[in-house]
């Protein structure tokens, strides 16, 4: 298989300061939960009694921070979509590191705003706040459908004819490595990921997809089992072997699925992007409404 696909990548410089943001930011958003679950769980009428209703609260020096660094965040989400529009800025790194910023950004800004709203939204700012839930959560599922779509390195689509070949490469080479015919390796994968049937749908393929995933360690699992005691091979033999199989197993789901796996990532999109178009106007018409009646934090 062409070594520019994501399932080939290596750990890069972004990826381990990607991991410890995610440490850190995690960490310092635990302890702020701990420390403030008293206030966090005090009733709105009762919170200005707490004592600690003067740094927690959404105007609050901490509380605010929350809001000013979460909005912070989710603005520079958005580069995504001006590096992914824009040709100009093309040699700016790949477009998928750059969803991986955004997914961070998407994580760590609506988790820092519910700290912001102290678990308490009522107004026109809760369309805001749910709208800006349904596109985070939803980011999940856009996660899962993006990593279905094979792409290089640099997060390219690669077409399906090249597909094709790749998937024919592959299948010559555990021929040659393995001397495994093409009708038995297409048993092998379907014991893996068992075909699933397009034309019974679209969300009966993606459920199909995503317990078939869940499966998948349990499939293997016996799958290595099996061949070790059929092809009187030692555990080493077979897990190098269960590596290129499951690999090309993978992209053979890919290939069969194709079509749906696009189409349902449309739909997403469609869904994803009006959530987060609300979201964006109403927090803009929050924000502007708290810098006009005073609230500039610490500035
Ligand atoms: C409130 C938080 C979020 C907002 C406002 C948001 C917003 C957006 C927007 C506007 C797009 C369209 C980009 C474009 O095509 O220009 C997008 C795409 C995407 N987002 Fe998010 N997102 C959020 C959270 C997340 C999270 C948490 C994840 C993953 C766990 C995620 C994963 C994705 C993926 C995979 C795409 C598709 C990329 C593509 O098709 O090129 N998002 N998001």
Redesign the pocket.
């Known amino acids: 298989m062409k070594s520019s696909t994501t399932e080939s990548r290596k750990t890069s410089l972004l990826d381990v300061i990607l991991i410890i943001l995610y440490l850190v930011s995690f960490s310092i958003y635990v302890y702020f939960l701990i420390t403030g679950t008293d206030f966090y769980s005090t009733s709105l009428r009762e919170q200005p009694h707490h004592p600690d209703y003067r740094s927690l609260r959404p105007a609050g020096m901490i509380g605010h921070a929350f809001g000013v660094i979460g909005s912070a965040m989710?603005i520079f989400?958005?580069l995504?979509?001006?590096r992914?529009?824009i040709r100009r800025l093309q040699n700016l790194g790949y477009?998928s590191s750059w969803?991986r910023v955004?997914?961070y950004?998407?994580?760590i800004?609506?988790l820092l705003?519910i700290l912001h709203s102290s678990f308490k939204v009522q107004g026109l700012i809760a369309v805001s706040f749910w709208?800006?839930?349904?596109?985070?959560?939803?980011?999940?599922l856009?996660?899962?459908?993006?990593?279905q779509i094979p792409r290089t390195i640099a997060?390219q689509e690669i077409d399906f004819k090249e597909l094709e070949q790749m998937n024919q490469n592959l299948a010559q080479e555990i021929y040659n490595k393995f001397r495994i015919e093409p009708k038995q390796l297409e048993s092998i994968e379907a014991s893996i990921f068992p075909p699933i049937r397009p034309e019974k749908g679209l969300i009966f393929a993606f459920l199909s997809m995503i317990f078939n995933d869940a499966l998948k360690p349990i499939r293997s699992y016996r799958l290595r089992k099996h061949l070790i005691k059929k092809l009187n091979l030692s555990f080493q033999e077979v897990s190098q072997m269960l590596i290129t199989i499951k690999r090309k197993a993978m992209l053979q789901r890919r290939i069969s699925m194709w079509n749906a796996i696009h189409q349902l990532?449309h739909y997403?999109?469609v869904i994803?992007?009006p959530?987060?178009?609300i979201?964006?106007i109403i927090m803009l018409i929050h924000i502007l409404v708290a810098v006009y009646v005073g609230y500039f934090w610490i500035f």
Not at 131 to 140: E, F
Not at 142 to 147: E, F, I, M, S, V
Request: glycine share 12%; charged share 10%.
């Open positions: 989710m989400m958005l995504y979509s001006i992914k529009r477009l969803l955004h997914i950004f998407g994580i800004g609506p705003i709208s800006m839930i349904a596109v985070a959560l939803s980011g999940i856009g996660r899962y459908l993006y990593k997060g990532f997403w999109h994803h992007k959530f987060a178009i979201m964006y």
